[in-house]
């Protein structure tokens, strides 16, 4: 009887090895959609709908055309940081010449995704947790996060105004 608790025990911790077992490409997140419906982060919605002040004076409809309720993100974001969509234009002269003045990498966007997929395989975890699932992003990215409270009395202590900021919680 006792034999077979053991073989038990053995096949458990072999599962549960072969579970945390390393891939080429660690999950630190563990997130996964669950069906094949749509992204949620990707729908955006209408704007409500209105009655205009006259009927007379709405434009003529044209096929293809945009709507008023149609979504304008860039818009939306503009006015939510307290701008004025009529009056933005994209980022060029100046800015881009400021912005750009020390040299741009050309392959960023893909020597930034293979310095993080190292940083990940070199943190990936404890064994248990990646056996069972348990998400280990923050654990893993702690070293490269800012405290946010320190850094908000950083910029108040220089004198810059920052009303929207929130309260440190208890």
């Known amino acids: 009887m006792r034999n077979v608790g053991s073989f038990g025990v053995l ?33 955006l919605p209408t704007k409500p709908l209105e ?4 009927y007379t004076s709405l434009p003529t409809p044209t096929p293809g055309g945009t709507n008023r309720v149609d979504p304008t993100p860039r818009a939306d974001a503009i006015a939510a940081l307290g701008g004025n969509a009529a009056r933005a234009r994209p980022a060029t002269g100046d800015l881009v010449n400021y912005t750009t003045r020390f040299g741009t990498t050309s392959n960023i966007r893909g020597q930034l995704a293979a310095e993080d997929l190292e940083w990940r395989k070199k943190n990936q975890g404890r064994v ?43």
């Open 51 to 54: 009655t205009p002040p006259s």
């Open 11 to 43: 096949c458990f911790c072999a599962a549960i090895g072969l579970a945390a077992c390393s891939s080429d490409n660690p999950q630190l997140m563990n997130l996964q959609n669950p069906g094949n419906g749509p992204e949620e982060f990707g729908v």
């Open 128 to 170: 248990l947790y990646r056996a069972f699932g348990v998400p280990q992003y923050f654990e893993a990215y702690e070293k490269m996060s800012l405290d946010q409270y320190q850094e908000l009395q950083r910029w108040r202590r220089r004198g810059i105004d920052t009303p929207a900021a929130p309260p440190k919680p208890n």
